[in-house]
């Protein structure tokens, strides 16, 4: 028995239709909120900083001082205006091992305690940042004059949105009467 591969020639008439059969895939943009594309125009700004960084003290041999801050500053931005994505998505990191094993009742309750203080929690949070810019003023940040007290209002921002978030998670949850924890495969796509 032989196990040569046996192929035929194709013009390429043949080859330009495979490209037309398939069909473009549509782009849905729909599926990211306001905070994402905050969040990828903080990192824009970030990344430009971090080149400008790189490129001044390599190739110029005489670095800005301030683009370090200014990348630091977006960095904080990016992960705390990026967390209420991950908020909205619940794509934070958790354990949902022992709900495979509670009934499911207790796993219900206990899922939407978790709502509950993750809500508090968050709101405890904005708290805490609006009273540490209060006590910052106006403070400046140290290579370039401008108010530090703007990079925490990004910090609050992030707090805010996931604050928000998490109350349309929790919202969620009830409607559907489940959540990550108690169902991951339902969020994941690999239950029917």
């Known amino acids: 028995m032989s196990t040569a591969e046996i192929h035929r020639q194709i013009t390429g008439d043949e080859i330009a239709h495979t490209f037309e059969e398939e069909g473009t895939p549509k782009i849905d943009l729909g599926v990211y909120a306001f905070e994402d594309w905050v969040a990828l125009a903080i990192f824009w700004v970030m990344a430009l900083a971090v080149f400008l960084q790189f490129f001044t003290r390599y190739v110029l041999n005489d670095s800005y001082a301030w683009t370090e801050e200014i990348a630091t500053y977006c960095?904080?931005?990016?992960?705390?205006?990026?967390?209420?994505?991950?908020?909205?998505?619940?794509r934070h990191i958790q354990v949902d091992l022992i709900y495979r094993y509670l009934p499911g009742a207790v796993a219900r309750t206990?899922?939407?305690?978790?709502?509950?203080?993750?809500?508090?929690?968050?709101?405890y949070a904005i708290k805490l940042v609006w009273v540490y810019i209060q006590i910052i003023g106006d403070e400046s940040m140290t290579t370039i004059n401008f108010p530090k007290n703007y990079v925490?209002?990004?910090?609050?921002?992030?707090?805010?949105?996931?604050?928000?978030?998490?109350?349309?998670?929790?919202?969620?949850h009830l409607r559907q009467g489940y959540s990550i924890l108690e169902r991951p495969g339902a969020y994941d796509g690999f239950e029917g």
Not at 110 to 123: E, N
Not at 152 to 172: D, H, I, P, T
């Open 110 to 123: 206990l899922s939407t305690l978790i709502d509950l203080i993750r809500i508090v929690f968050f709101g």
């Open 152 to 172: 925490y209002y990004a910090v609050l921002a992030g707090f805010v949105l996931m604050f928000a978030r998490s109350l349309q998670v929790a919202l969620q």
């Open 75 to 90: 960095l904080i931005g990016v992960v705390f205006i990026g967390a209420s994505m991950c908020v909205r998505l619940s």
